[in-house]
């Protein structure tokens, strides 16, 4: 439980984010993954509809992916942070990984993205959100756990 509630924050902490991000620089939002749920789909053989009614399942379910990465992310930090209790630097920087490695390993397996093709930018622009997720999913769990502190 410690670790949904982690993941909802620190999901939560990342979007705030990536919304400040596309409003100050007039960008557009990601279309990764509506891409990758196009792919699985096509992979999976489910018939998503046709124009106006898939684009908008595509961008249901790819956002819905996002939040069972935040989730899935946090609970495998749990899982290990129930064990060796992690100092607030080596959690927040596991937590961090664990979200970039779990939204961006599977777009880059079906290939809708590439992080080798990524300019510099492109790079802040994804590891800051995952930074703000990881930040605010640490000290959500560490709230849960009644550990304020951080410990060790």
Avoid: F
């Amino acid at each position: 439980m410690r670790g949904l509630i982690a993941g909802a924050a620190g999901t939560s902490a990342l979007n705030v984010v990536t919304y400040l991000d596309m409003a100050i620089r007039a960008r557009a939002a990601s279309s990764t993954p509506q891409q990758a749920v196009e792919k699985m789909a096509g992979l999976a053989d489910v018939d998503l509809g046709e124009g106006e009614r898939a684009d908008n399942r595509k961008e249901a379910l790819g956002s819905l992916l996002g939040y069972a990465t935040g989730a899935g992310a946090a609970l495998c930090y749990g899982l290990a942070a129930a064990r060796c209790r992690p100092s607030w630097p080596v959690g927040v920087l596991a937590l961090t990984a664990l979200a970039m490695v779990g939204s961006n390993a599977p777009l880059a397996m079906l290939g809708t993205t590439d992080p080798r093709s990524w300019s510099a930018t492109d790079w802040i622009s994804d590891a800051v959100p995952h930074l703000a997720y990881g930040v605010t999913a640490y000290a959500a769990y560490r709230l849960t756990t009644g550990d304020h502190y951080g410990g060790r």
